[in-house]
């Protein structure tokens, strides 16, 4: 029986776990920091915080961290390897994978989603429901693809990166670490580390005092 342990017991870790069943995983456990406190995700049971979880690593043949926050996934991430976890990616069945794109560990791919020939993408990334990453992109750790984004081909997106809902970015844009591209946004020019830009094309946002 493959058994996988889930870090992180909200919505995140629901898609992962719906993910995993649906992919061959035959038993869920879930674990979450707000335990005892929170002892269920719907219909699973939450077994204990991360600490405990640590403590089992072999009763379990991977783990996932569902945990939105990318630099959190990458804390928590490694805590798993260093204790001798293996990191499972997943694959929603519905979901396009090109045989020649690469997945990093601890990702996942959602249904509906494209990603597409010789795309790389590095540990940790989210591609949501029905996103797209065009052909050759290089994705670093952490990047959150959102719900219904495209991006097109020869596009570089550095680490901890989000990609709002129906957000698009034209081929060949670099665009830097930590950028948060709103939902709806198009970009067409590179962006630079730590950004938040919005709308169409995609400026900077500007808070209104």
Known sequence: MQVLAILGA??????????????????????????PEKSSVEHWPVHGNSRRLLARVGDYDAAFVAIGDGKRRKGKSDELKQCGFNLASLVHPSAVVSRY?????????????????????????????????????????G??????????????IGDYSWIGIGAK????????ADVTIGAGATVITHLPQGVTVVGTPARPSVRHQ
Not at 10 to 35: N, P, R, T
Not at 104 to 113: F, I, L, R, W
Not at 169 to 176: A, K, N, S, T
């Open 143 to 156: 990047v959150h693809v959102a719900p219904g984004a495209n991006i097109a081909g020869h596009v570089v």
């Open 10 to 35: 909200g919505g995140h870790g629901k898609v992962a776990a719906d993910c995993a069943e649906l992919s061959g995983w035959q038993e869920i456990h879930f674990y979450d920091d707000a335990w």
């Open 169 to 176: 970015i034209i081929q060949d844009i670099r665009v830097g």
């Open 101 to 141: 794109a690469t997945l990093g560990e601890g990702s996942m791919v959602v249904g509906g989603a494209v990603i597409n020939a010789f795309a790389h993408l590095g540990n940790g990334c989210v591609i949501n429901t029905g996103a797209t990453v065009g052909h050759d992109c290089v994705l670093g750790f």
